[in-house]
Structure formats: C-alpha cells, structure tokens
C-alpha cells in the first residue's frame, strides 16, 4: 500500500489550492479514505473523510464550508479541493488510508497560507 500525496505549495489568505493523493496496492474505493493535517507545535487531526458506504462526506467544523473532498475511482486518487483558505490552514496536510484494520498513511505535503 503507497499513498503519495502532491499539489501543496504557498498560498495567499483567501486563495485556493488542490491537493491530490494517488493510491497503488489497492483499491480506494474499497476502503475509508481521509484527508489530516498537522500544524506545527499541534497533533494530527482528521479534517475530511469520504466513505464507500455511500453516505456523504464528512468535515471538521473548521473547515466545513470551504473544503471538498472527492475521489476518482478510475484514477485511484483522492482529491482535497481548498478554498477560502486562512493562515490557520498552515500544516502538512495528509492522506490516510483505513483499510481492513489498518491504517495507512502517506508522506504528507506542506500548505502554508501567508501573505
């Protein structure tokens, strides 16, 4: 299992940035997939989750609203649309992987929004 994640970078208040995370060694739609995030001196925490039970995606409440989280089964890769973006985004952001009791987790990518 690899999760590779891509498309951080440096951001402006109120600018937008699209993170991808492609998968290899199994099927995305066959497990729970999650975006999290880890600002520095913070834990890691989950901000948006989507299921293969056909319920809808899930958000934390900092960042409902402005965050869109989606798939390409075809393409085997997750995608974090962020929009609206604030300086309390700043963190490596994360793809994870809950797949038959384990978790898996990808090397992360930074997103800093600064002006």
């Known amino acids: 299992v690899q999760l590779v994640e891509s498309g951080g970078g440096l951001v402006q208040p109120g600018g937008s940035l699209s993170l991808s995370c492609a998968a290899s060694?199994?099927?995305?739609?066959?497990?729970?997939m999650s975006w999290a995030r880890q600002a520095p001196g913070k834990g890691r925490e989950v901000v948006a989750t989507i299921t293969n039970t056909g319920t809808g995606p899930l958000y934390t409440r900092s960042v409902k609203g402005r965050f869109t989280i989606s798939r390409d089964d075809a393409r085997n890769t997750m995608y974090l649309q962020m929009n609206s973006l604030k300086s309390d985004d700043t963190a490596v952001y994360y793809c994870r992987a809950d797949l038959h009791g384990r978790v898996y987790w990808g090397r992360g990518t930074q997103v800093t929004v600064s002006s």
């Open positions: 060694g199994f099927t995305i739609s066959s497990g729970l």
